[in-house]
């Protein structure tokens, strides 16, 4: 491992520099940048638009705005079908795209036709980095911020630091961009990586195609990286092209002198299949060292593998062979221009004889909105997080693997390494042409009625910061407790949008008398705390689990450490994210402890914060983990309550 110095710009900073609005552009100094384009999905964009709209602007003010629906397409009861009809009217009346259930996924989708080397790009889903691929400086953020960057506000984040992922050699037979960015995971795990930036350099990206490099870029979010970056060159304009939009291309790349704060070089030509292993995308294991394993269900598809190409490689080493009797085996296209395409060209046809079940293009499983698996069973996925009981079924056990490595299992039952296959792989290529038809967009004609149903309410309102908190630790986790944790998807996204009974599920999985705890002692006038261990926060964007806790009576989150988009999301919404100066007090703490927080306004303007322990007569010191701009909207109690346009 070797560290590049020079006097040259990185990819990343060449690209803030030309969106820079306010801020020194100087590694761990807070900036502001101008948001070009936005996206939503409907599990967070229903909140968003709510928030939008309590803005009071007629229509949006950034370059382009596209709000997607992907996530609750099954309609069981009328919540989701109300909640699209609300997103499409408020996207007509707000000069917004929508994207209609069926269109596909939206990070897929957002790279097949609007994503484009140079802009920014703010999602309300933390898999927007998978627009990197394409050169895109794209990060995940909670709906109030996307809001906010529709609205023209800029985007707030600390000017990263930057790890340059060297690349050298080529990818083998059955290797693929999966096992690349699991090589990554395993090299730099899921926590400790706040306010950095991967960016993916050397010899050996030439090699690898956009929807490749999409993959790495949007499995970079499991390391809690603001996000990934590859360059802008041929492969991009190719792809462009391919998709009838190379009037977008622009090339784009790192100095050859820029300058990393570290270097993580990848051999390409050594790298074998992977697996990450239960329960976090960052428990790595090699294909070898499983192979064997009885597996249960098989699941291909996902933001993270489901393009044309690897549907059609999985196909063929799924050609002439039947799906092992033990074995149920979904595969969903991430786009209807993927299902189009593998339609036409016979990929389908290879699939369904194979014995494969061809499920909606949407994120379904990945969220555990269907194909749950069964009672202690394996299932192998190439979606991007393996997290405790996110399938539905707390008692599986799911690993993450390529759809080479998934292809391969399924035919034999068993964990298999896809490099006994004797399938010729070696002609599949991105094409030149995809099939492109945009009909399932819908454009903003500004006439339409907002429709909302009856499980549509507004945002909670909360109240400026008191100088005095006193409560108790209503409850005590401890390392990686990720927002599906805090706020369970699956059958509970419905509620998304109906704020008091998705309260209802908070820490579902981890203790269910937390709501009734917390609204007890919120009803009492206490504020309510949360006592966390290492990355708390870490996985999706969803800016319920602040919203939620916040509604319930949560008044501070105090973490041995707290990952970016939820620490924004707790400022955004007044909870105040407090991080202990020693993690040995995060051990004297116990649930049930009567806290109390003293002059908080000198404390917030300060940054440090004296924790008093009533129960156990103790003193704990705790460092606020706030901006400037952030210490305003803890202080009006939320950013809603502070933002003037």
Do not use: W
């Amino acid at each position: 491992m070797s560290i590049i110095r020079g006097m040259g710009k990185t990819l990343c900073y060449k690209i803030l520099s030309s969106h820079l609005v306010e801020g020194r552009l100087e590694k761990g100094e807070s900036i502001k940048i101008r948001i070009d384009q936005t996206l939503t999905q409907d599990a967070t964009g229903t909140m968003a638009y709510l928030e939008f709209e309590s803005l009071g602007l007629d229509k949006v003010r950034n370059e382009l705005a596209v709000s997607y629906v992907d996530h609750n397409t099954v309609q069981v009861g009328f919540e989701n079908f109300d909640d699209h009809e609300y997103l499409r009217t408020v996207a007509d009346r707000k000069g917004i795209i929508y994207s209609r259930a069926g269109n596909g996924i939206c990070h897929q989708v957002h790279l097949e036709r609007f994503a484009l080397p140079g802009k920014t790009l703010l999602g309300s889903d933390s898999h927007t980095p998978t627009a990197g691929g394409i050169a895109s400086f794209a990060a995940g953020a909670g709906g109030l911020d996307v809001a906010l960057a529709m609205a023209g506000v800029p985007f707030e984040i600390v000017a990263p630091r930057v790890v340059g992922i060297r690349l050298s050699g080529k990818l083998r037979p059955f290797v693929s961009a999966k096992d690349v960015i699991l090589k990554v995971l395993e090299r730099f795990g899921v926590k400790g990586n706040v306010n950095t930036v991967f960016e993916y350099i050397g010899e050996g990206v030439s090699t690898l195609s956009v929807p490749e490099r999409a993959t790495i870029t949007n499995m970079g979010a499991e390391c809690g990286v603001t996000t990934s970056l590859f360059p802008s060159d041929d492969n991009t304009y190719e792809f462009l092209k391919a998709q009838g939009r190379e009037d977008g291309y622009i090339p784009l790349s790192a100095d050859a002198d820029a300058e990393y704060d570290d270097i993580f070089d990848i051999d390409l030509s050594s790298l074998e299949p992977l697996a990450a292993c239960p329960h976090s995308p960052g428990n790595i294991k090699s294909v070898k060292e499983l192979e064997g394993m009885k597996v249960n269900q098989i699941l291909i598809g996902s933001c993270t593998n489901s393009s044309y190409m690897d549907l059609k490689k999985a196909a063929r080493i799924l050609k002439g062979h039947k799906v092992a009797d033990s074995v149920s085996l979904g595969v969903a296209p991430g786009s209807r221009e993927v299902l189009l395409m593998i339609t036409e060209d016979g990929t389908l046809e290879t699939l369904i004889k194979a014995g494969a079940r061809i499920l909606e293009s949407a994120c379904g499983f990945c969220i555990g909105n269907h194909q749950s698996p069964g009672t202690d069973s394996v299932s192998l996925r190439t979606s991007n997080r393996n997290f405790y009981a996110r399938s539905g079924t707390a008692s599986a056990s799911l690993y993450l693997v390529s759809p080479e490595t998934a292809a391969a299992s399924a035919i034999t039952g068993v964990f298999t390494d896809p490099r006994t296959s004797v399938a010729d792989l070696s002609d599949i290529k991105m094409p030149e042409r995809f099939i492109i038809d945009d009909s399932m967009f819908i454009y903003p004609s500004f006439l339409e009625e907002i429709k909302r149903g009856p499980n549509i309410g507004n945002p909670p309102e909360n109240k400026p910061l008191s100088d005095t908190i006193h409560g108790h630790a209503v409850i005590k986790v401890g390392d990686k407790i990720t927002t599906d944790h805090i706020m369970p998807a699956g059958a509970r996204l419905k509620y998304r949008s109906n704020i008091k009974k998705y309260s209802e599920f908070v820490f579902e999985s981890v203790n269910p008398d937390f709501p009734s705890r917390a609204s007890a002692y919120r009803d009492k006038g206490e504020g309510g705390f949360i006592i966390a261990g290492a990355s708390y926060g870490q996985g999706s964007s969803r800016e319920h689990a602040a919203i939620c806790p916040m509604y319930l009576g949560i008044k501070a989150v105090c973490a041995v450490s707290i990952e970016r988009i939820h620490q924004a999301n707790l400022c955004n919404f007044g909870i105040l994210p407090l991080i202990f100066q020693s993690e040995k007090d995060y051990e004297s703490i116990d649930e049930g402890d009567e806290l109390e927080l003293l002059d908080t306004h000198s404390s917030l303007k300060e940054g440090h914060f004296i924790l008093h322990d009533i129960t156990k007569n103790m003193e704990i010191p705790l460092t606020l983990m706030a901006t400037e701009e952030q210490k305003k909207m803890l202080l009006a109690g939320g950013r809603l309550n502070e933002v003037k346009l």
